[in-house]
């Protein structure tokens, strides 16, 4: 469920009217909702109830300093991709003491920074770098506790791109060799071996891939549990989250109204198929959802510069990017694009939703049918709150977009669009061409 709604013509996050928001910091701009985040994190806890559950939001989805907040207050702990990553949380204000390090090329400096802000656990990716965390940790006269990342070579079947769980992946030690590696682990001075840990990949549309990843994981955590005392498991992220339609019918999605059977998946029966197993582990669970926390909370507001009629072919040219979102030039994703303003007396057109880069893969959507625009007026592009604004670039010499966060009918900008004085602060002519 999300808080995105018509009332009247106009789209409101919450009790906001978006073209308000548009209006008042310009366009391009996401917006994220309070209250979708909320009902997100909530239903993915409710799933697992009876387990001794810790949702730690992959911060990479979204690392905006007021919803990394925000998933604190509600008790969320946070899994890290990098020690940036971790600065953001603690420039947050939030505790990293409950979160997990994940990552195959942890640096020295970054595990250092870990250790010393007391971090739960490392997620580790290799046998070198259960080395060097063992040699940093003894430096530092510490003990690093540890969850081995181990890859259960099961397919996702998602996108080849965000596919992690199969050999052919850099991510984990392969199942086969994971019991040699917590041996080794367990002859290591200063490590504490704490857990085990497994990602197959993210936008996981159906429940098979985390039942056949937890059945193969199951034996292999029952006997560490034994041999080493482990005390939890780590399932990771990847539920996936619809993009089409997802404005369709109101607060709830179409699929929502979906018997069963026909739907996608769905925190609940996430939840009642990997519950039964994990009871029966008796281990503390860690989630690591990223995108299913944040997709559907968080739109693109872009406005509309010129309707061009090409040959057989138009064309809305926006002010928004394949820059501040680059989902659908690099995953071929689907967005749902909608107007902030509907207005159902006009005739619908059928066109291709470009930026303005000098890139043809520069597309938000082909072909789609949308109510005909002129110029100067809004769209949103929908589901862009994961992997959207923490992959925005600078190409073509634009800014990093602002961010708003939504509660309720209060509304902040909680990050401004970037200004050229910042985009271009660290560069400099050097002497040698003065
Ligand atoms: C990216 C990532 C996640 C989150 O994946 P989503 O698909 O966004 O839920 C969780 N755990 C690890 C280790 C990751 O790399």
Redesign the pocket.
């Known amino acids: 469920m999300h808080h995105f709604q018509y009332v009247g013509q106009n789209l409101h996050c919450e009790s906001v009217d978006l073209a308000e928001v548009a209006k008042l910091y310009g366009t391009p701009t996401y917006v994220y909702s309070a209250a979708t985040i909320a009902d997100n994190y909530k239903r993915i806890v409710a799933s697992m109830k009876g387990l001794d559950v810790r949702v730690c939001y992959?911060v990479?989805?979204n690392g905006n300093l007021a919803v990394l907040r925000y998933l604190s207050n509600l008790g969320s702990a946070f899994?890290f991709?990098s020690a940036g990553e971790m600065r953001r949380v603690v420039a947050a204000g939030a505790s990293v003491k409950q979160s997990v390090f994940?990552g195959v090329g942890k640096a020295e400096s970054e595990i250092r920074m870990a250790l010393e802000a007391g971090i739960y656990s490392f997620?580790v990716e290799s046998e070198p770098e259960l080395a060097r965390i063992n040699h940093v940790a003894g430096k530092l006269g510490v003990k690093a506790p540890i969850a081995i990342r181990v890859n259960p070579d099961v397919d996702a079947q998602t996108h080849a791109k965000i596919t992690t769980g199969t050999s052919a992946n850099k991510f984990g030690i392969p199942l086969r060799q994971a019991a040699a590696a917590y041996e080794a682990a367990s002859k290591y001075p200063n490590i504490t071996i704490l857990g085990i840990q497994s990602?197959i990949g993210?936008?996981i549309t159906s429940v098979g891939p985390f039942v056949e990843t937890l059945e193969k994981l199951a034996p292999l955590a029952a006997s560490l549990r034994e041999k080493h005392g482990i005390s939890y498991i780590s399932i990771?992220?990847?539920?996936g989250v619809v993009y089409k339609d997802a404005l369709a019918s109101g607060p709830f999605s179409w699929w929502e109204t979906q018997p069963e059977a026909r739907r996608p998946l769905t925190p609940e029966v996430y939840g009642a198929a990997l519950s039964p197993i994990l009871k029966q582990l008796g281990l503390k669970v860690l989630i690591?959802?990223?995108?299913?926390m944040v997709a559907n909370a968080g739109v693109l507001l872009t406005r509309v510069e010129y309707m061009k009629r090409g040959q057989g072919k138009n064309f809305l040219i926006v002010d928004a990017a394949m820059n501040d979102l680059v989902r659908p030039a690099m995953y071929d994703s689907y967005h749902e694009i909608v107007p902030l303003h509907r207005d159902t007396t006009r005739a619908a057109l059928v066109a291709d939703v470009v930026g303005p880069i000098c890139e043809s893969t520069d597309c938000f959507a082909k072909d789609r049918q949308i109510q005909a625009l002129g110029e100067g007026e809004y769209l949103a592009i929908m589901s862009a709150g994961?992997y959207g604004h923490v992959m925005a670039s600078r190409y073509n010499a634009r800014p990093i977009p602002a961010e708003v966060l939504v509660k309720d009918s209060a509304f902040e900008q909680v990050n401004a669009r970037e200004t050229f004085e910042q985009m271009i602060a660290n560069e400099k002519i050097p002497a040698f061409l003065k």
């Open positions: 992959a990479k989805a899994d991709a994940a997620h990602h993210s936008q990771g992220g990847g539920i690591e959802p990223g995108r299913s994961a």
